[in-house]
């Protein structure tokens, strides 16, 4: 079990830039969800996949915000035009599609906008 | 929808010294509810869960949570705290059956002193 990977872990970009991250869920999960997490506050949801179905959006997810998982395993988050207000940590968690589902998270990526 | 609050943002103790760590939800619905911790530099780590069944539930690090409906609590518990129980913990709520994203609370970070 290698757990939940993101890359790359941090990120310094400037204001108007374009940004792409990635996550590798665990293996046999087929729920894959990404959250949102600024210094000093819980991790706020952004959007979730059942296999490659984008099922879930947060309002959160402005028209910048395009996730994708084309084949039902690995999912990108891109950012485009960023803002110095997206600078957060982006996480990456994973499950599988049980009715006692846990989520696993990974590392995260650190976002800094300058 | 659901919501999390978490009373304390910070929590001092001494070693070996008991804590609790308050979490109070809303929901309309029936929950599912979680204690996560994150270490420093390190992503969000599940400590424990409650789905149904007994209301107290435990880590295998000697935490436990006691699910109150009637007071819409989830505190989280410890006899005698160690130095590397220091860490942010997180409370978390989803709705029960068909669980999806999870709604955290702001986090309560617990500092063990020695």
């Known amino acids: 079990d290698t757990g939940v990977s993101q890359d790359p872990r941090h990120k310094i970009t400037k204001r108007g830039q374009n940004v792409t991250f990635r996550c590798d869920p665990i293996s046999e999960h087929n729920r894959l969800y990404w959250y949102r997490q600024t210094l000093g506050q819980g991790p706020e949801f952004l959007t979730y996949?059942?296999?490659?179905?984008?099922?879930?959006k947060s309002r959160l997810l402005s028209d910048r915000f395009s996730a994708e998982r084309p084949k039902g395993s690995f999912s990108t988050l891109e950012i485009q035009r960023t803002e110095q207000g997206d600078s957060a940590m982006y996480l990456c968690?994973?499950?599988?599609?049980?009715?006692?589902?846990?989520?696993?998270f990974g590392p995260g990526t650190r976002l800094l906008v300058l | 929808a659901q919501s999390v609050t978490q009373l304390d943002s910070q929590v001092p103790v001494f070693e070996e010294a008991p804590v609790e760590l308050r979490c109070n939800y809303s929901s309309s619905v029936s929950v599912y509810l979680f204690w996560y911790v994150q270490y420093p530099n390190q992503g969000l780590q599940l400590l424990l869960k409650y789905l149904s069944g007994s209301t107290l539930v435990e880590s295998i690090n000697g935490f436990e949570a006691e699910f109150n409906k009637s007071q819409t609590s989830f505190h989280l518990r410890k006899p005698s705290v160690h130095i590397s129980d220091t860490a942010e913990y997180f409370c978390a709520v989803t709705r029960s059956g068909s669980a999806r994203q999870l709604t955290f609370g702001s986090g309560t970070q617990l500092t063990v002193l020695p």
């Open positions: 968690a994973s499950s599988q599609d049980t009715v006692q589902e846990t989520q696993y």
């Open positions: 996949f059942q296999n490659e179905a984008q099922l879930e």
